[in-house]
Structures are given as C-alpha cells and as structure tokens.
C-alpha cells in the first residue's frame, strides 16, 4: 500500500482533524494546496500559527481579541446597560451579523452539562454575576442555544440574577431558531426576528 | 459593521481560498482552531508550511516526493514496462489506492486547453516521448480524465507515440467514469474496473 511523502500525509492528518473535513475533502485540500505557490501556502501557514500567538479573551467580556478589551467593549457607541449572554464568541458574531443589537456581551465559554461534566465554575459565571452587580444594567438576554444545556444554562443564570440585589430584568431571545439547533448556523433575518421577539424570563 | 481581530480575518480569507470551502465554513473552520490548544493549532500550521518546502517532484515521473525520486520509482517490484499517464499527482494516488496496477507513472502536470491557454510545451510531454524512447516499453497507458480536455491530450499522445520507431502499444482506461467527472473523485472499484477494461487506442 502506497504511503504519501511524508509531509503530506502529515498534513492530510492535520486537516482531517477540521470539523466536517473527512480523509478524500482532506486529501484534496493537501493536493490543492501542493499546486499553489510557495507564497499563498507560506500565507497560509503564517495565519495558522499568528492566529494563537495573537489572539487572546477580552478581559472584560471573554470575546477574541488582540487586545485588553474587544472591539465592542471599547465601542463607545454601544449601550452597556444591556448585556447579552452567549455561549461562544462564534455565537456573538453570528449576532452581530444580525446589525439588530447595539448593546455589549458576555461570554460563558460553553453550556453547562452533566454529560460533559461542564458546572458553573467552568463557565465565566461568577464574572458575569460581578459585572451585573458593579453596573446599573436594565436588561440582560439570555442568547444561549436553544438546546437543552442551552436552555439549562439560561435558567440556571436567570435564577443566580434574581438574587442579585435590584436585578436587572432578564429576557431570553425568542424561539424563531428551530428548537435543537445550533445559533452559529442560523441565517441573520431569524437571528434579527428571535432577538426583536424576546421574552421577559418569570419563574 | 463588526470587524474580526486581525490575525482571525486574515486567516478566514486564507481558507476561503481553499476549494470547497466558503465564507461561513471558513469562519467555523477559524473559529474551531481559536478553540484547540496551541499545540494543536502550532501543528497544522507547521504541516502547512512543511508541505511547499520538503516536497518537491520526481525527477523520471514528476509524481509528488521529498527525495529524487518517488516512492513509486524506487520501487524495484514495480512494472517498468508499462506507463500510466495522469494530468495531476492526485490522480496517481487515486489509481494506487484502487491496488490494480502494478506498472509505473507519468504525470503531465495537467491538460491541454485551449480556453485555459495550457499548450504541450506547458505539460511534460516531452520527458514522457524521451522515457518512452530510451526504455523498451509494453504499453502506455491513457489514464487522463475522461473531460474534452483530457480525452484530446489522450489522442495527441497517442498520435506523438504512433510516430515514434517501434512505439508501444497505447491504451485508454474504459469509461467506466461517469463522462465529464473528476479522475480524483471516482471511487476505487469503479477506477479498477477502467483499469481492467482499458481499449487499445487506434487511429
């Protein structure tokens, strides 16, 4: 059985690693990229390794950034009485494509979850929890997924902020996305609409 | 408009370059690579660069190697009687990985095309007429995709070996492909059976 030059293989290795990326899209990938010039795959390469070096979490929100804070933390235009809850970063950018949201975020880094033994002190919870109490916010969106550990971890935070002293009022982005599925994938309109049509949270 | 950090931009414009792969799969791709390890991220992005500097092409066959000659050529249980002729390194792996043949390659490099402006003195046919010459061949075997493009570099072979003194007996794999598709595609019993089922080629 024949064995690709080394490099190669370990490239093809690398790339199968890529979400939705299998053994024939990561072979054509390799090969792709052995036809292009020296330059375009040293860019390649380059971006990869600058991408880790760079980019590190806003000190205030936990979004990517070059950095202390984010781009929309130091946007003196957006409105920080209201805070956004998201599960990643590629969830708040999936909003922001939406151009429907003017007020700042926060980032949990993931859902809770029994399955993958993921608890509240592995989450920015305690960080959003001191944000809420150091500042006058009239509302904070709960914009997890709607799944179920979605859904787990946006009761879990509406019932922490309820005993916050003066809480803020708490909403949860409307059901416009289809129930299980995932908010990185939804198109901008229904983010729009599901962000337009949230719903106070009671308990 | 929300702008990503820098390094991130820079390298969703890297990937969007990549065949198959679009604006929102290259955001998931970056945004999948923001969340692994350094190590992780460190590792593709030196497999990337590895790949344009340790390989290089096979001085007889032009096939992808790191050293003078590919693995095939070196290798002394292989058919140096018989020549398979491919447009793309990528096709010789897909007709090794259907384990039918057992002789050795020729790769042009590409395909003649009169809209792309690809000429023969732009493919390696001169060193396929001058390996054919210098060794007492059985067969040359067509195995260029079964596009207008290949199917014409196909006939120009096989009328440039015709001329040839004593040429060898030249074939063209069977259309057991669907006409019009990708060589690399095809899978490997369909890509055995057009190895078995190969027609002489005549005038």
Redesign the interface.
């Known amino acids: ?8 293989q ?2 093809i ?3 199968e ?4 990326i299998g053994p ?2 990561a ?10 010039s ?1 330059d ?16 590190g979490l806003c000190s205030r929100c936990h979004n ?3 950095g202390d804070l ?3 933390c130091e946007d003196p235009g957006r409105d920080i009485s209201v805070i956004c809850v998201v599960e ?3 969830d708040l ?1 999936a909003l ?2 939406s ?1 429907e949201y003017e007020g700042v975020y926060h980032v949990l880094g993931g859902a809770l979850s029994p399955v993958a033994d993921i608890k509240p002190s592995d989450l920015y919870i305690a960080e959003l929890l001191e944000r809420i109490r150091e500042m006058r916010l009239r509302e904070v969106i709960i914009a997890t997924s709607p799944t179920v550990e979605g859904d787990a971890t946006g009761e879990y935070l509406r019932q922490l902020i309820a005993q916050l002293p003066e809480p803020p009022q708490v909403t949860r982005i409307a059901l416009g996305l289809p129930v299980g599925g995932d908010l ?2 939804a198109d901008q309109v229904t983010l729009a609409r599901s962000l337009r049509g949230r719903t106070k949270m009671e308990g």
């Open positions: 059985m024949l064995k690709y030059a080394l490099p190669l370990k490239l290795g690398e790339l690693k890529l979400p939705g024939k899209s072979q054509r990938l390799a090969f792709f990229l052995l036809s292009r020296d375009e795959v040293g860019e390649l390469g380059l971006a990869v390794l600058a991408l880790k070096a760079e980019i990517y950034t070059t984010c781009p929309i990643q970063a590629s950018m922001e494509r151009g990185d994938y």
